[in-house]
Nanobody, 114 residues
Framework: QEQLVESGGGLVQAGGSLRLSCAAPQKNFRLNVMAWYRRTPGQQRESVAAVTPVGSTNYATPVTGRFTISRDNAKKTVYLQMNNLKPEDTGVYYC????????WGQGTQVTVSS
């Protein structure tokens, strides 16, 4: 089963950085658009960033200039470098392909203290 596995979350002070990783052992990984999502307290899951098979990227407005998405097709892994973190970035972060694989991973918790 192509299980998505996110890691790298943790507790960090505002202004700090984290790097998230997502292992995505999908058969057609190198052909898929991959994205990071987050579910913040009281909110629905929202898209944060996406990267195409050739490396073009797109970001949600709240994270533009602070987050960087990247991928390693050989390792079937997607990364999210998060800098200058803010308390409102607190939430559970997930990765998935677009269109979404119905089997979401467990996510990784990011907590930013003020």
């Amino acid at each position: 089963q192509e299980q998505l596995v996110e890691s790298g979350g943790g507790l960090v002070q505002a202004g700090g950085s984290l790097r998230l990783s997502c292992a995505a052992p999908q058969k057609n990984f190198r052909l898929n658009v991959m994205a990071w999502y987050r579910r913040t307290p009281g909110q629905q899951r929202e898209s944060v960033a996406a990267v195409t098979p050739v490396g073009s990227t797109n970001y949600a407005t709240p994270v533009t200039g602070r987050f960087t998405i990247s991928r390693d097709n050989a390792k079937k892994t997607v990364y999210l470098q998060m800098n200058n973190l803010k308390p409102e970035d607190t939430g559970v972060y997930y990765c998935n392909s677009i269109p979404n694989n119905p089997n979401w991973g467990q996510g990784t918790q990011v907590t930013v203290s003020s």
